[in-house]
């Protein structure tokens, strides 16, 4: 074989055969392909808007929650303090969207109507997200730039010149410190301040969640006691809490001295129903899908589909649309239609798997995968007859405690598994029921959820628990801490 000189730039030398061979194939393929894919994506417009972190300005079904809680806040711009409301819903109810709408339909309401006597700040908080304490609550709020601003003494507000009430430096400082602090820039602002705890059971501590409601309410009747703000400005300065939660329990547990001191409006959040998922869909379907691209049967199976698997949980349906159409995209088919979506439901249901076991504290994902593991290796013989799929919650146990030695950890006791067995049974991934006839006592059978197999379940926990030990510490630290809060409530 001749070797002739086709050393190129790179210095790569080949037979004039190869050369031909090859051709700068790896480059004209690769461009072809894109070339292709650029050419018939006529899939998505706009794909980050089938997101789940993408709140449209249209929120089909929350119309008259989005109403209800306007005119709950719309006191705050005839100058009254607007009653603190509670909402509950179950998760992908819509709660987050329908307060961030509002919020922002409320901020520019406010910067069209300027008044000089009215400033309606509106402030959201993710309790989850670094304000899973009161002192992190009140810091937070602290934290917004506009009350910064009051509190530097010379913002564009004529209301709040003067000294210097905080800078920077807050972490540290008494939580009593954070309250005088809070209340002095309201009230050198005459702010009144809609501030959102979305997700607030995220705060640990019992003792927090009352104190925060506590205190901050209290802080309503301080600021306005001279009543120097009422009769200058008819108008009143303070705060009102638009919280969320899906216990329904949740105020409940409030100490009564808290709950007796909030004025206060409960708000529902049902779970989406079939024509109103639809609807969603549609809505996203215009904004994310180039026209036509979705068929209408399309959108109502994954609908149907949703509400029937996920009970109406609008992030799955979210989730299922983009699935979809990023099948028909791979597939360089011209439409989504309901076979795109049926085979997205199988893509789905793995995704949430992934999704639910990484959610779970370190002493529930070892009693997922004792449970799981022993069904798939078929460890008990018992039911075999009966439900093969399933085992004996005692069974269970001597599984988990197995299970625990290999890992390296300590079992937790009964009660603690049976807690863990309900949470588990809570998110669909284990199946609980009582043992009927035929089977010696009045027990539990526990199988795994409808959804998945427990081959599936074993695979991803092993992922999880085995696959990295660095992740292993965290969870363990976060576990801790949030043992820290629920032992509390025992
Ligand atoms: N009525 C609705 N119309 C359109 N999209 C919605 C609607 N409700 C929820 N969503 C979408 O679903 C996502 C999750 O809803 P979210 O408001 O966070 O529910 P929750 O707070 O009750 O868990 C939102 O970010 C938004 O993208
Ligand atoms: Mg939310």
Redesign the pocket.
């Known amino acids: 074989m001749k070797v002739t000189d086709v050393t190129g730039d790179a210095g790569v030398k080949e037979t004039e055969e190869e050369s031909k061979e090859t051709d700068g194939n790896l480059f004209k393929d690769i461009l072809n392909i894109r070339h292709n894919e650029l050419n018939n994506n006529k899939i998505f417009k706009d794909k980050k808007k089938t ?6 300005s ?5 119309e008259n929650e989005c109403n209800d809680l306007a005119s709950v806040l719309s006191d705050a711009f005839r100058g009254d303090i607007p009653m603190n409301i509670f909402i509950y ?10 307060i961030k709408r509002v919020f922002d339909e409320m901020e520019k309401f406010q910067r069209a109507n300027k008044k000089s006597n009215v400033e309606v700040i509106t402030k959201y908080i993710n309790c989850r997200e670094k304000a899973t304490s009161e002192y992190q609550v009140v810091l937070r709020i602290l934290e917004d730039g506009r009350l910064k601003n009051i509190a530097s003494g010379d913002s564009g507000n004529p209301n709040a010149q003067g000294n210097k009430i905080y800078g920077d430096k807050l972490d540290g400082l008494a939580v009593e410190k954070l309250y005088e602090f809070l209340e002095k820039v309201l009230k050198r602002g005459k702010i009144a301040l809609m501030l959102a705890l ?1 997700e607030v059971d995220a705060i640990k501590k019992n003792s927090d969640k009352d104190r925060v409601f506590y205190n901050l309410v209290r802080m309503n009747s301080d600021l306005n006691d001279d009543s120097e703000n009422r009769e200058e400005y008819n108008f009143n300065t303070g705060i009102t809490i638009i919280s ?1 939660t899906n216990d329904m329990k949740f105020k409940e547990k409030l100490d009564p001295r808290t709950r007796s001191s909030l004025s206060k409006k409960d708000m529902f ?1 049902e779970r ?1 129903d079939v024509p ?1 998922l639809e609807k ?1 869909l549609e ?2 379907v215009k904004l994310a899908f180039y026209e036509g691209v979705v068929e209408k049967s399309a959108i109502s199976f994954a609908a149907g589909y949703v509400k029937k698997t996920y009970d109406g949980d ?2 799955y349906a ?1 989730n299922l649309l983009q699935i979809s159409g990023e099948i028909a995209e791979k597939k360089g088919k011209p439409k989504v239609t309901y076979e795109e979506v049926k085979k997205g439901c199988d893509v789905l249901n793995v995704d949430t798997l992934n999704e639910w076991i990484k959610r779970l504290y370190r002493h529930q994902m070892i009693v997922l995968y004792a449970v799981a593991d022993a069904i798939f290796k078929k460890k008990y013989k018992r039911l075999i007859d009966i439900q093969p799929d399933a085992i004996l919650s005692g069974e269970a146990y001597e599984s988990y405690e197995e299970k625990c030695k290999i890992i390296g950890e300590k079992p937790k006791t009964m009660r603690w598994f049976r807690e863990y067995l309900n949470d588990l049974q809570k998110c669909e991934l284990l199946a609980l029921s009582e043992s009927g006839k035929g089977i010696r006592g009045n027990t539990t059978i526990i199988g795994v959820g409808k959804y998945y197999t427990p081959k599936e379940v074993v695979e991803k926990v092993e992922k999880l628990l085995f696959g990295d030990e660095i992740q292993k510490e965290k969870e363990e630290k976060i576990e801790e801490k949030q043992k820290e809060g629920t032992e509390e409530k025992i």
């Not at 997101?51 to 449209?56: G, H, L, N």
């Not at 249209?58 to 929350?62: D, E, I, M």
């Open positions: 997101t789940s972190d993408y709140i449209p249209k929120l089909p079904g929350r819903g179950t998760p992908g109810t819509g709660k987050t969207s329908v979305d969320t959040f989406y109103q969603i809505e996203r609008v992030r979210l």
